[in-house]
């Protein structure tokens, strides 16, 4: 099972380029997630897809769009990006219920110069 | 609204020696509680998991931890280190939300140093 897939690994942008990070699940779960870990504040929420065809804002959504294509694919779309957003981002997916903790993707790497 | 504090950014242990990482919560219902483990530019593996069953919850590498819910803790714990042991550990607490789906909180992390 691949499980939460996300490309690119890497990227480095300038200030103000546009980029859309990828994401797919292969687990068939309707909850899906996009987090930013930056050094001592553990992972902060950007954005959530309860289910296809819903999206809400997560705690720190400023700067970012999502799209839930389907129900496999969240994608993350930076329209102008700053130094600020420099971070690991992480998507995940879960399935409904209380007791079930997340799949996490590998991360990508993004830097802002 | 549900929030996880874990009390030490850093600990260091000896190899062969037990590990203790703190964690305390608050949730306004019964929360699910979890610590995630991330190795050095790895993604985030679950180690174990709290759901309302027994309170000393066993998960993979020797880790247990216990909650209680009168301290409003769920301490990690390790009888003794290994060298691969070296990681970035998370206390994550999940509060069920209708419109959010299974929302999780994470803690700011505490990196565990083993020393040979």
């Known amino acids: 099972n691949a499980g939460v897939t996300q490309t690119p690994k890497f990227q480095v942008l300038k200030t103000g380029q546009s980029m859309t990070l990828q994401c797919a699940q292969d687990?068939?779960?309707?909850?899906m997630y996009w987090y930013r870990q930056d050094p001592g504040m553990g992972l902060r929420l950007i954005y959530y897809?309860?289910?296809?065809?819903?999206?809400d804002k997560g705690e720190v959504p400023n700067g970012y769009n999502v799209s839930r294509l389907n129900k496999r694919e969240f994608s993350l779309r930076l329209e102008s990006a700053a130094p600020s957003q420099t971070s690991v981002y992480f998507c995940a997916s879960s399935r409904d219920g209380l007791s079930y903790g997340y799949t996490f993707g590998s991360g990508t790497r993004l830097t802002v110069v | 609204a549900q929030s996880v504090t874990q009390l030490d950014s850093h600990v260091s242990v000896s190899e062969g020696t037990p590990v203790l990482l703190r964690c305390n919560y608050s949730?306004?219902?019964?929360?699910?509680l979890f610590w995630y483990v991330q190795h050095p530019n790895k993604g985030l593996q679950l180690l174990l998991k709290?759901?309302?069953?027994?309170?000393l919850v066993k998960g993979i590498n020797g880790f247990e931890a216990e909650f209680k819910k009168s301290e409003t803790s769920f301490h990690l714990t390790k009888p003794s280190a290994h060298m691969s042991d070296a990681a970035e550990y998370f206390c994550v607490v999940s509060e069920i939300n209708r419109a959010a789906g299974n929302k999780l909180t994470f803690g700011g992390g505490t990196r565990v140093l083993v020393k040979p």
């Open positions: 949730s306004s219902y019964s929360p699910s």
């Open positions: 687990m068939n779960h309707n909850s």
């Open positions: 897809s309860a289910s296809e065809g819903t999206t």
């Open positions: 709290y759901t309302s069953a027994a309170t």
